[in-house]
C-alpha cells in the first residue's frame, strides 16, 4: 500500500504563483509514472502535467509555460510549481502515481483558488 500526502494548495490572486507538492510513502514500490490532474466544478478530471522516470515531461496545452512539474526520485516526490496563475487554474489537484507493478495511486486533493 502507498500513501501519498499533497501539500501547497491555497488562495491566490491572478498572476500569483504556488507550488504543489506530493510524497510518496509506503514499502516495497518502485514508481514510474508521476502527475497532477486537475477536476473544476462541473468539468471532468484532466490531466495537468505528466512526468516520466527519465524526466520527460507533458503538459495540457493551457498550462504550457506556466507549470513546470519535476520530482525527486530519492524522495519520491513530486512538485507543481504553478506560476501566472489564472482563475481558470482554480480547481482540485491531485496528484497521480503510477507504480511500475501497474498500480495506480491517486492523493486526496488540495484546492487551488485563484481571485481575479
Known amino acids: 500500500q502507498v500513501q501519498l500526502v499533497e501539500s501547497g494548495g491555497g488562495l491566490v490572486q491572478a498572476g500569483g504563483s504556488l507550488r504543489l507538492s506530493c510524497a510518496a510513502s509506503g514499502r516495497f514500490f518502485v514508481i514510474n509514472t508521476m502527475g497532477w490532474y486537475r477536476q473544476a466544478p462541473g468539468k471532468q478530471r484532466e490531466l495537468v502535467a505528466r512526468i516520466t522516470t527519465t524526466g520527460n515531461t507533458n503538459y495540457v496545452d493551457s498550462v504550457k509555460g506556466r507549470f513546470t512539474i519535476s520530482r525527486d526520485n530519492a524522495k519520491n516526490t513530486v512538485y507543481l510549481q504553478m506560476n501566472s496563475l489564472k482563475p481558470d487554474d482554480t480547481a482540485v489537484y491531485y496528484c497521480?502515481?503510477?507504480?511500475?507493478?501497474?498500480?495506480?495511486?491517486w492523493g486526496q486533493g488540495t484546492q487551488v483558488t485563484v481571485s481575479s
Open positions: 497521480h502515481i503510477v507504480l511500475t507493478s501497474g498500480y495506480v495511486y
